[in-house]
């Protein structure tokens, strides 16, 4: 089985200060690895993926993330936020073996503040 | 590319009665798609995998028979929520993909109120 922690509920952050968001996943397979941004009363938009290669993964909006197969994570970042930035975003991973199925983390709620 | 419409993005409907909500690709074929479930300030929950041309693939724990899944193209997924109840209010988003791994693309959300 394969499980998804956001270890961060909540992340307020000033207005063009950098800001991470903590993703760990458990899976005894090799998983597929995505971040999707949130916004109020919408569906999910898809941030970057990692599939394989490059372990530093670029996205939309400024965003990027590391994968580091070592320490299970997968944490997204961006050098300088905006209002606008302010979300709910979401690890999520999947694999072959679960039908591809896409496993969600709790969620982090990202709070600009100007 | 790779998007998905579903309708509507909101609902409301008395208790007792039956709501359908729909999820089309609309540049793509997608033989399986996925309906989620979230409530407020929660992460999505898996409720059922839907399969183009037969049974849907339900969650431990969600009733079939109260979230019934029809995908009868492979353009085409509906959730029907039957005798909803004002706990069955939620917002359900769909999903699909192209291709394992392009990313899943979600609808915009249907916000369900039963009153």
């Known amino acids: 089985a394969q499980s998804v922690t956001q270890l961060d509920s909540q992340v307020p952050v000033f207005e063009e200060a950098p800001v991470e968001l903590r993703c760990n996943y458990s899976?005894?397979?090799?998983?597929?690895l995505f971040w999707y941004v949130q916004y109020p009363n919408q569906g999910l938009q898809l941030l970057l993926k990692y599939l394989s290669g490059s372990t530093l993964v670029k996205g939309i909006n400024g965003f990027e993330a590391e994968f580091n197969k070592s320490q299970t994570s997968f944490h997204l970042r961006k050098p300088s936020v905006h209002i606008s930035d302010t979300a709910e975003y979401f690890c999520?991973?999947?694999?072959?073996?679960?039908?591809?199925?896409?496993?969600f983390g709790g969620g982090t709620r990202v709070l600009v503040k100007p | 590319g790779a998007v998905v419409s579903q309708h509507p993005s909101r609902v409301i409907c008395k208790s007792g009665t039956s709501v359908k909500i729909e999820c089309r690709s609309l540049d793509f074929q997608a033989t399986t798609m996925f309906w989620y479930r979230q409530f407020p300030k929660q992460s999505l929950m898996l409720m059922a995998t839907?399969?183009?041309?037969?049974?849907?693939?339900?969650e431990q724990g969600v009733e079939k028979d109260k979230f019934l899944i029809n995908h009868a193209s492979l353009t085409l997924s509906t959730l029907t929520v039957t005798s909803a109840h004002p706990e069955d209010s939620s917002f359900y988003i769909c999903?699909?993909?192209?291709?394992?791994?392009?990313?899943?693309?979600f609808g915009s959300g249907t916000r369900l109120t039963v009153v």
């Open positions: 999520a991973v999947s694999h072959k073996a679960a039908g591809n199925k896409l496993t």
């Open positions: 899976s005894s397979v090799s998983v597929y």
């Open positions: 999903s699909a993909s192209p291709t394992a791994n392009y990313g899943y693309t």
């Open positions: 839907s399969n183009e041309g037969s049974k849907a693939t339900y």
